[in-house]
T-cell receptor
Framework: AQRVTQPEKLLSVFKGAPVELKCNYS??????LFWYVQYSRQRLQLLLR??SRESIKGFTADLNKGETSFHLKKPFAQEEDSAMYYC???????????FGTGTKLQVIP | GAVVSQHPSRVICKSGTSVKIECRSL??????MFWYRQFPKKSLMLMAT?????????EQGVEKDKFLINHASLTLSTLTVTSAHPEDSSFYIC???????????FGPGTRLTVT
């Protein structure tokens, strides 16, 4: 069975500081990894996915199969980055999406 | 962008009654929709995968007779909580997969309170 682990419930950083939200997964096959973000009073929305290898809002994430990790990074945090971030995994074709427990990012002005 | 709506946004019902939650993809057709349940300060738990025109696939531990899912069209899926109990009180979120963009779009959620 697949599992997604986000070890930090809350991450507080100062504005302008680097951010790294950790995500580890377990799955025996080849998963597809995502980061979703939920801003206050808004719905969950896709931030980025590993297959597109894009940088969205300055965030990047690299899939490390050796470490089974998909950490989310941003070099300089902004106040508007404060939100709940969920790492998620699918086994392909959106047949089943497994979410991590989420990390609340708090950017301090 | 693609929009998914849910109705109602909040519902309060008495124990023993049934309540229906609708999930609609407003500007795209979704062959697959998903229903999640979110507990306070916890992650989203996938309840079932709903495919248009066929029976839903339920996750282990989810009672299919209690949580009835109907995916009648490519833009509508409904979740009916039957004989609701206070422990069914939760935040229910649906999502719809767009085959065009290969992305999953989430609804705003429905807060169910069973008294």
């Amino acid at each position: 069975a697949q599992r997604v682990t986000q070890p930090e419930k809350l991450l507080s950083v100062f504005k302008g500081a680097p951010v790294e939200l950790k995500c580890n997964y377990s799955y025996s096959g080849s998963p597809e990894l995502f980061w979703y973000v939920q801003y206050s009073r808004q719905r969950l929305q896709l931030l980025l996915r590993h297959i597109s290898r894009e940088s969205i809002k300055g965030f990047t994430a690299d899939l490390n199969k050796g470490e089974t990790s998909f950490h989310l990074k941003k070099p300089f945090a902004q106040e508007e980055d404060s939100a709940m971030y969920y790492c998620a995994l699918t086994t392909g074709g959106y047949q089943k999406v497994t979410f991590g427990t989420g990390t609340k990012l708090q950017v301090i002005p | 962008g693609a929009v998914v709506s849910q109705h109602p946004s909040r519902v309060i019902c008495k124990s023993g009654t049934s309540v229906k939650i609708e999930c609609r993809s407003l500007d795209f057709q979704a062959t697959t929709m998903f229903w999640y349940r979110q507990f306070p300060k916890k992650s989203l738990m996938l309840m079932a995968t709903s495919n248009e025109g066929s029976k839903a696939t339920y996750e282990q531990g989810v009672e299919k007779d209690k949580f009835l899912i109907n995916h009648a069209s490519l833009t509508l899926s409904t979740l009916t909580v039957t004989s609701a109990h206070p422990e069914d009180s939760s935040f229910y979120i649906c999502s719809a997969h767009s085959p065009l963009t290969d992305e999953q779009y989430f609804g705003p959620g429905t807060r169910l309170t069973v008294t």
